[in-house]
């Protein structure tokens, strides 16, 4: 008998990873189409589909830490401006104008203020955890804003050049370079997120947001864990302020805004949290739809994004892509019963 459960046991192992595989599959070809299908539709407009590419990296970076570990936070833009800035200042003040070491400069600021951002943070829990997060982002914007000589300000940085990509690949005024390399920093974040989520460490993370007792009774750290996943959520962040700084060449004050960490989070709602697919979903569908509705009624386009979460908010509360997976689960399950 306990041959046949081992077996049985390591049956369903293959095929949850076969699963897990497939899943993996299905999203990196999604975003290969979604992304070729950009570059035919909107040929004129690259520039909007390489910020989005920003974008999605920091509502993915948020999703780590509020989806996946339950902690509140409305400063993520504070890891998001730090890669954006860290970038450019190495091009227009150090003269490293490579595009990769520029990336890495990136990385490496974002998880740098992502470390101080969770020693803050993770000493309270609930409100006072996100009034700390908005400090932080309000201290991160305003130390950009009086750090002029090297910031550039309230009139931004400048003066940020771009050697060729590979020493190949010009950075040109159509934007082809940089959204190309936008979508393989996706690709290749998405992969190496996926592998984390499904990792023990990601789900010693899950763990912590259904129960942190529980989970320090088992002898974990939960203080540790979410340290560890804040400062991976930096990276990711920086990433994304890296490619936002190479693909415009500016870097402006609202990189660190109040406002940029309150538009991931409404993304991360309106996708769905806890959820890397939910993310990136929930990232597209709300800029194009606010790209769209600012250009066919500038003066009423607010109101139309604002009934738009409203809607999603009241009939899909786990966001359009969680709602969907779970109405799909549903009926797969209903229709195993009745074959049974």
Same mark, same amino acid.
């Given at each position: ?19 897990? =595989?497939?899943?993996?599959? +299905?999203? =990196?070809?999604? +975003? ?7 570059? &035919? ?11 989005? /590419? ?64 969770? =020693? ?13 997060? =908005? ?8 130390? *950009? ?16 050049? &771009? %050697? ?7 950075? %040109? ?11 393989? &920093? @996706? ?23 259904? %129960? ?30 890296? @490619? ?8 402006? /004050?609202?990189? /660190? ?6 538009? *991931? &989070?409404?993304? /991360? ?52 892509? $969680? ?6 689960? $549903? ?10």
């Amino acid at each position: 008998m306990s041959g046949d459960s081992s077996v049985s046991n390591t049956n369903s192992m293959t095929r949850l990873r076969s699963n897990f =595989i497939r899943r993996d599959l +299905i999203g =990196i070809a999604a +975003i290969i189409i979604t992304a070729l299908a950009g570059y &035919l539709l909107f040929p004129d407009n690259l520039a909007l589909l390489t910020r989005l /590419l920003a974008i999605a990296l920091l509502v993915l970076s948020l999703d780590l830490v509020t989806g996946y570990c339950g902690v509140a936070t409305l400063g993520q833009a504070a890891l998001f401006g730090s890669g954006a800035y860290a970038a450019g200042i190495l091009s227009a003040h150090y003269g490293i104008t490579d595009p990769l070491l520029m990336t890495l400069g990136g990385i490496v600021a974002g998880v740098v203020a992502g470390l101080v951002c969770a =020693i803050v943070m993770l000493r309270a829990h609930g409100l006072p955890q996100l009034v700390l997060s =908005i400090a932080l982002v309000y201290l991160f914007h305003e130390f *950009a804003n009086k750090a002029s000589s090297w910031t550039g300000g309230s009139d931004g940085l400048s003066g940020i050049m &771009l %050697d060729p990509l590979f020493g190949v690949f010009e950075f %040109d005024l159509f934007g082809h370079t940089a959204y190309f390399f936008g979508v393989a &920093l @996706l690709l290749i974040v998405f992969v190496l997120l996926r592998i984390l989520v499904r990792s023990p460490f990601g789900m010693l993370c899950r763990g912590i947001k259904e %129960d942190p007792v529980r989970v320090r009774a088992l002898g974990a750290s939960p203080h540790k864990a979410l340290v560890k996943m804040y400062v991976i959520s930096g990276a990711v962040a920086g990433t994304g302020g890296a @490619l936002s700084a190479i693909s415009t060449q500016v870097v402006a /004050l609202d990189s /660190l805004s109040f406002t940029q960490s309150a538009e *991931a &989070l409404v993304m /991360l709602v309106l996708g769905g949290t806890g959820s890397l697919f939910g993310a990136l979903v929930g990232t597209l569908i709300f800029m194009l739809f606010e790209d769209f509705v600012s250009a066919a009624n500038p003066f009423h386009w607010l109101t139309m994004v604002g009934a738009l979460l409203i809607a999603v908010v009241l009939f899909a509360p786990k966001g359009l892509y $969680g709602t969907a997976e779970a109405f799909l689960a $549903g009926r797969k399950k209903h229709d195993g019963e009745t074959r049974a």
